[in-house]
């Protein structure tokens, strides 16, 4: 006779805690970053926000890396729930250049996300829908800002797979 283990009380545990745990350690981290940028709290952030260019570990490379996983976290929670993925972007309309700070526009494709950056932001953020080469959606989550203002964007990429995997976050022409 073979033991088994008992369920836990209510079941089978959800496939939808680890996400969960995840999403909720990106936004503390995200909730962190915003209220220390607008403390003057965060290495080189000024009293609303800033501080230069998005060199690895600055507050603009913080917020477009933890902004940019959060939109992808609220990608794929659309799809556990509704079936499928909702595109959202660009916003705001222009990128934002020299690491100065514009309104997030109120977007309706954001606000079925649940995807909230704060009043203002030193990037643009996107979620755009691709098919992979062998036909399954692909989902990249970006972030571009020009935040030295020479009109050339650094971007943040994070990709969903058709499993809801994410890649690292990619950054092109970091410090740009």
Known sequence: MSERTPSPPGGRP???WPLVVAGLG?????AGVLLASRAG????????GGGGPAQAGSPLDTEARVHVLALCDAAQAWRDEHGGYLVAGPAPREVPRAGKPVPFPKDEAFLHLGFDPG??????????LQ???????EVSCLARGDVDGDGLNTVYRVRLDSNGMTTPVEVENPGE
């Not at 990106?26 to 995200?30: D, P, R, S």
């Not at 098919?131 to 959606?137: I, T, Y």
Request: aromatic share 6%.
């Open 26 to 30: 990106v936004l503390g981290v995200a």
């Open 131 to 137: 098919e992979s080469p062998v036909g399954e959606p």
């Open 41 to 48: 709290l965060a290495p080189g952030g000024g009293p609303r």
């Open 14 to 16: 959800g496939k939808k």
């Open 119 to 128: 009043e203002q932001v030193n990037f643009q953020y996107e979620v755009v």
